[in-house]
């Protein structure tokens, strides 16, 4: 009987223990965090400023028909990196195109790239959409030949050995719905250390991810995406960063 409950826990199909229910709840934030943007300009941050702008207190990138991304490119703070973090922001954008937050990446040299604010590493994925997989929030691997979309929406999991198990799912497709604002500011928070990454949409946690060994980004830099292709645009404000102390590598 134990172990039937067990199994059905970890389907979903059980509510979680209080305890369980604790360790999903996003942290209080810290009444330290840096704010990265100060609402009128982008001082600190490096991007196109054919399409990286602030209107009305917040970053707005945008593309259109005559003002085109060369392949997907990037807003980059240049304030600090991302090795152990707590991030948090709000974004919204609509829904011909998506975006996302770039983190533990590296910047490509020009010659290497289409423009010159490409990025490589983890992205936190930015989408107005409510139907799973293509949802805010899985992680992709940007530039990361291979990889694709390394961790889902829901995903409780870890890669060891080159194999991904999937031990609890953390929200369902529907529960995701009624969380997420279709057209409107969501808050996300990106939480990170040594191997395994956090992420939170308006205050519940919806993946848990320890990447491999070897395969796991360390440290990198920051940003925001404007995808290549069709029209669109995302905005971002109340960026804020605290730098945490790593715990015992595992």
């Known amino acids: 009987m134990f172990r039937t409950l067990i199994l ?16 999903n709840r996003l942290p209080k934030e810290s009444s330290d965090m840096q704010r990265i943007f100060n609402g009128k300009d982008l001082k600190d941050w490096d991007g196109d400023t054919r399409l990286w702008t602030v209107k009305d207190g917040v970053i707005r990138g945008e593309t259109t028909e005559e003002q085109k991304a060369n392949g997907n490119t ?24 998506n975006s996302g937050i770039q983190y533990r990446s590296q910047r490509i040299p020009k010659a290497d790239a289409k423009n010159e ?14 139907e799973f997989p293509s ?22 999991a870890t890669i060891e050995n ?18 997420f604002k279709l057209d409107d500011w969501n808050e996300v928070v990106i939480i990170a250390r040594n191997r395994r990454i956090r992420h939170f949409m308006n205050g519940q ?15 990198g830099e920051l940003g925001v995406q404007l995808h290549a292709g069709k029209p669109m645009w995302v905005e971002f404000k109340d960026i804020r960063i605290k730098e945490l102390e790593p715990r015992q590598k595992k």
Not at 8 to 23: C, D, E, I, R
Not at 205 to 219: N, Q, R, W, Y
Request: charged share 25%; hydrophobic share 40%.
């Open 205 to 219: 946690l919806i993946l848990d991810f320890t990447d491999s060994p070897e395969l796991a980004l360390k440290d």
């Open 74 to 97: 990037f807003l980059i703070w240049k304030g600090g990196t991302t090795k152990d973090f707590d991030l948090r922001l709000s974004f919204r954008c609509n829904a011909t195109n």
């Open 8 to 23: 059905l826990s970890l389907a979903g199909l059980l509510p979680l223990s209080a305890s369980a229910q604790n360790a």
């Open 162 to 179: 080159g194999e991904k198990t999937v031990s609890e799912t953390l929200i369902t497709n529907d529960d995701f719905k009624k969380l």
């Open 135 to 156: 949802v805010s929030g899985f992680i992709y691997g940007e530039q990361l030949a291979g990889r694709g979309r390394i961790c889902l929406v829901g995903e409780k």
């Open 117 to 130: 604010w490409v990025m490589r590493g983890y992205q936190h994925e930015l989408r107005n959409e409510v």
